[in-house]
């Protein structure tokens, strides 16, 4: 079992930037990827990104949304996985949570956490 906890939400304007964490206690090598998704009010959950904690390597789903915007990276030191979200819109408001499972090409997570809320105010 892992602790996933998020943080780093908040209200925004269009534009602006946020940089969400998600820290990671009691790492379990089962658990080999961190993803980030989110879901808004409703919506069905949209999977963002997700990085394989073995060999560092990412993946970006829904690049049509994502553009560009979005990076995902892991803090060793902070133990934490971070999304950036850049240029923020309106329609990026969601609730933000970070999942666990066994690699990035599944789409189930066995764990996430509660979320952080993104609000982006037009």
């Known amino acids: 079992q892992l602790d996933l906890v998020e943080s780093g939400g908040g209200s925004v304007q269009p534009g602006m930037s946020l940089r969400l964490s998600c820290a990671v206690s009691?790492?379990?090598?089962?658990?080999?990827?961190i993803g980030w998704f989110r879901q808004a009010p409703g919506k069905n959950r949209e999977d963002i990104s997700c990085i394989n904690l073995r060999d560092g390597a990412k993946y970006y789903i829904h690049q049509a949304a994502v553009e560009g915007r979005f990076t995902i990276s892991r803090d060793r030191a902070q133990n934490t996985v971070d999304l950036q979200v850049n240029s923020l819109r309106p329609e990026d408001t969601a609730v933000y949570h970070c999942?666990?499972?066994?690699?990035?090409?599944?789409?189930?997570?066995?764990?996430w956490g509660q979320g952080t809320q993104v609000t982006v105010i037009s």
């Open positions: 009691r790492f379990s090598l089962e658990s080999s990827a």
């Open positions: 999942g666990a499972k066994p690699g990035c090409a599944l789409s189930t997570y066995d764990q």
